[in-house]
């Protein structure tokens, strides 16, 4: 069955840096774009970033331009977000995606920036 697997949350300082992966399974990963959304406590699910079959096209979220970068490596199966410069309101829940009919979501990690 199709399953995601997010990893690589925790507590970090405002400023510094995490690398969230998101391993799947169940279906042909290279076949379907993938993106992280997050959900903050009271707030609605958002989208932060997307990324196309192979990796050529990439979207962000205005909030998270330049400062988080989303990649795939369909040999492994995984999609990354990587965090820089990690601010206070970046703080949330953060799934993966797999878009489709149906669409399917990973279980999520928490990421926490605080001081």
């Known amino acids: 069955q199709v399953q995601l697997v997010e990893s690589g949350g925790g507590l970090v300082q405002p400023g510094g840096s995490l690398k969230l992966s998101c391993a799947a399974s169940?279906?042909?990963?290279?076949?379907?774009?993938v993106s992280w959304y997050r959900q903050a406590p009271g707030k609605e699910r958002e989208l932060v970033a997307g990324i196309t079959t192979n990796g050529g096209t990439t979207n962000y979220a205005d909030s998270v331009k330049g400062r988080f970068t989303i990649s795939r490596d369909n040999a492994k199966n995984t999609v990354y977000l990587q965090m820089n410069n990690l601010k206070p309101e970046d703080t949330a829940v953060y799934y993966c995606k797999r878009s489709g009919i149906p669409n399917y979501w990973g279980q999520g990690t928490q990421v926490t920036v605080s001081s």
């Open positions: 169940g279906f042909t990963f290279s076949s379907y774009v």
